[in-house]
């Protein structure tokens, strides 16, 4: 359970993310989704503050989490994958709730295909990484860390 003074971060990761390792290592590289939380775990110690980790790939889960996220957290690292050049649902989700929301890419986006050049998602997010692979990770984990109140 999460100290009181520690900031509470949701990580949620969309479809197909829990094959990273194998799945087109030449795009997303070669660690796995369990190796990316062991660096963001290990980051977020550093910076005192908890991580509630989780993955589907099914977009109505994500809806839900990030729907009831303001009871148990204080910001969302969201990695929706596919779903950020589709979904609609997800983008209503982030703008209906009250904490920020840093979207993350492990590819550029931009230096892809064109369909994924737009995002749902960007509009209703404080800020978008993309392009840094596992790294982007940690850097949303810096930023969004930075932005919320101190604890007294």
Not at 31 to 45: N, Y
Not at 61 to 70: C, K, P, R
Request: with cysteine; charged share 20%; net charge negative.
């Amino acid at each position: 359970m999460a100290d009181a003074a520690q900031k509470r971060i949701l990580v949620l990761n969309g479809p197909n993310l829990n094959m990273l390792g194998t799945r087109e290592p030449e795009t997303y590289g070669t660690m796995t989704l369990q190796d990316i939380e062991a660096l963001v775990r290990a980051k977020a110690d550093a910076l005192d503050a908890s991580i509630d980790w989780r993955q589907s790939n099914s977009e109505g889960e994500l809806v839900s989490w990030i729907q009831t996220a303001g009871e148990n957290a204080d910001a969302i690292i969201l990695n929706a994958a596919a779903y950020t050049h589709t979904s609609v649902a997800i983008h209503d989700a982030i703008a209906a709730i009250q904490i920020p929301v840093v979207e993350v890419h492990l590819s550029n986006v931009f230096a892809r295909e064109e369909f994924r050049h737009h995002s749902f998602i960007s509009d209703v997010a404080v800020g978008v990484i993309c392009g840094f692979g596992a790294d982007g990770y940690v850097l949303a984990l810096q930023a969004v860390t930075s932005m919320l109140p101190r604890s007294v």
